[in-house]
């Protein structure tokens, strides 16, 4: 996959990692998955220092769990973020089941990552005993992403962006919504988000075992359902059995 460049001028504000950093983090083997991910980290602590910010959280769900990737609390409420290392143009729609990128004359079919953080959205919300509206859904995406083919990009409950517009985004989705949390109850989720952002190696282990389980076997990646076997008119495929709410599917 094709690096995203570095800014200078994020650097120098703090709000990207510093070039050194980049060289570890390819020595160390990592993605552009989990770099992306480190630089809407430090965005979010350089910028939003006033709100607790958890990565790498691992929501229980069943008997298992759900990784959220970013999660920021203020009294306006929880805003959990997803960070998308694909570059090019992307193709989708809030409704749609996936969504698609054009990079180099390729292209590449992924899930519709607003869905996909719905999902993420309700889990955290049944964990913390919360309504799912005190939760808003933020899906970050590399700033060489073309996202002008996405359409709506911003709704109540979500916000697609590039990573250099989130600030300005972020700003306007808080300024919009009142506060919902007293500080009691800010505490308490602080708490949990802290406990459950602190796992230890097993649970990590495990958790990757339940993700390879439900890509290749009888278990929802998104929801953590049963897959069923349907017929469709193009013929048989897996599908979940939270359908419609859920509509995650693959070839069999």
């Avoid at 020595?27 to 430090?42: D, I, N, Q, Y």
């Avoid at 965005?43 to 958890?54: C, G, P, Q, T």
């Amino acid at each position: 996959m094709p690096k995203e460049k570095a800014s200078i001028f994020a650097m120098l504000r703090g709000d990207e990692p510093s070039p050194l950093a980049r060289v570890w983090h390819d020595l160390s083997g990592a993605g552009e998955g989990e770099w992306g991910e480190k630089c809407l980290l430090e965005l979010l602590k350089n910028r939003a220092k006033n709100a607790a910010i958890f990565q790498n959280v691992y929501v229980p769900l069943g008997g298992g769990t759900t990784e959220l990737d970013i999660v920021l609390v203020g009294s306006t409420g929880l805003y959990i973020f997803e960070s998308k290392a694909y570059g090019g143009k992307i193709y989708g729609q809030p409704e749609q089941l996936n969504w698609a990128q054009y990079l180099g004359g390729s292209k590449n079919v992924f899930y519709n990552p607003i869905r996909q953080n719905e999902n993420h959205r309700r889990n955290l919300a049944r964990a913390l005993q919360i309504s799912p509206e005190y939760i808003c859904s933020i899906i970050v995406f590399e700033n060489r992403a073309d996202l002008s083919n996405i359409h709506p990009r911003h709704s109540e409950s979500f916000v697609v962006c590039n990573r250099n517009k989130l600030l300005k985004h972020l700003k306007k989705l808080v300024n919009s919504r009142r506060p919902v949390l007293e500080l009691t109850e800010m505490e308490s989720i602080c708490r949990k988000l802290a406990k459950w952002s602190k796992v230890n190696r097993r649970t990590k282990k495990q958790h990757i075992k339940q993700v390879q389980q439900q890509m290749h076997g009888a278990l929802c990646p998104f929801c953590g359902r049963e897959l069923l076997i349907k017929q469709g008119s193009y013929g048989p495929f897996i599908g979940c059995s939270g359908y419609p709410k859920c509509q995650y599917t693959r070839k069999i």
